[in-house]
């Protein structure tokens, strides 16, 4: 095995292990990351290499060897369209390192700065992205620690992934690293070196949230202990100050992130995320033009979708297509052929065949899903009538059959419960005939 030794030069060295390096993406005072690709999987990946400390730096190689374990005891654990995934992880004599999703973006940090500000509906967009993300690492019990926009990849548009692990706070952990986080985005718990609970990500996401819209950080020291005495005696400024265009339910919603007591910010993730969902009402965001964030939110609130988790629901916002419609819009013909189904997101539509009602379906009900059992180019049998201004979602067969086995299993146990209730309805309004 060729020495470590190269890969901490000015030089990026030419492989690490199995995988040819690419180019140096970025480096720490732990570690160095590389763009390298896995010639065996066919694809590009990130490499994070750990910088060994001087023999004398006994208790910095204790806690490097922390982090590598943290992160190396999630290689496939954090499933989640938007957590980096972990691959691989090695460590041998000469190597330590993991193997990782590779993000070509770049880090949230471009989008921290008054010049480069993204819409207020994109970036609390993504702020509910990593909102679910984090709930989820929660629910799989990790606690972050160091969010922060640097640690924020973003893939493409408002799509990103939350990277660096890390520093993570597993459930069943006794122990717990102090200083760990980076100061601005710390939570006065933290600071304090108390005990860490998902309160703290959610501390450190408020901060994000806030730099995001106002394009500074709520606290502004000259040094580390100015910055940590205002965290834990100042109030933060309102944003609706520093952004008059921010709604009164937004600037709410940080404001509680930032509270000082763990008490006051939100007491789980859900509730965030609702709070943050009702507050895109106020972004007047144009309804042909439906954020991921209202359509993950959405989907989610409709009995349709109550059995999906939340990957899957993701999943769901990707292959599908939200469709505004107006009243007595015509959104399927009778004879028309297609190979797509629909799910009624907002309002109520009318069936009917030759001219003739057949039944009236409201939120949450399906129609045209037949196609997608049909091996063979059918034709709509029915039309479909909007009676009131309202969203369909639309699903192509052929996409949802690229979806995850998870995905569709979930569909068709939601057709079916559907088709018993269907039945059933017809049942009953035979039996009060006769």
Known sequence: MSSIAPLFKSVAPERIGKYPVLRELGRGATSRVFHARDPFANRDVAIKVFVPPTASEASSLRRLQRVFLNESSLVGKLDHPHIVGIYDAVTEENHTYIVMEYVAGGTLEQYCHPGTLLPLEQAVEIVFKCNRALDYAFQHGVIHRDIKPANILVNQGTDIKLSDFGTALHACDITQLTGVGS?????????????????????????????????????????????????????????????????????????????????????????FAKDLAGAFQTLHASSANITDAEKFNSAKRLDFFRDFDDVQLWEVVRIASWRPITRDAIVLREGES??????????????????????????????????????????????????????????RAAALLQASQGCQNEFNKAFVRILIDRVSQAHAKLALRR
């Open 183 to 271: 100061p601005a985005y710390m939570s006065p718990e933290q600071i304090r070196d108390e005990n860490i609970t998902h309160h703290t990500d959610i501390y450190s996401l408020g901060v994000v949230t806030f730099q995001l819209i106002a394009g500074r950080l709520p606290f502004l020291g000259t040094n580390t202990g100015s910055l940590t005495y205002q965290i834990l005696n100042h109030e933060p400024p309102r944003l609706r100050t520093l952004r008059p265009d921010v709604s009164e339910p937004l600037d709410r919603v940080v404001m509680r992130c930032l509270a000082k007591s763990r008490e006051a910010r939100y007491g789980s993730w859900i509730e």
């Open 338 to 395: 297609g190979d797509s189904f629909f799910i009624v997101g907002r309002g109520e539509v009318e069936v009917s065949r030759g001219g003739t009602y057949l039944n009236t379906l409201s939120t949450g009900n399906c129609f045209g899903e037949m196609l997608y059992f049909s091996e063979t180019t059918t034709y709509r049998n029915t039309t479909i009538r909007a009676l009131a201004d309202g969203i369909v979602i639309e699903i």
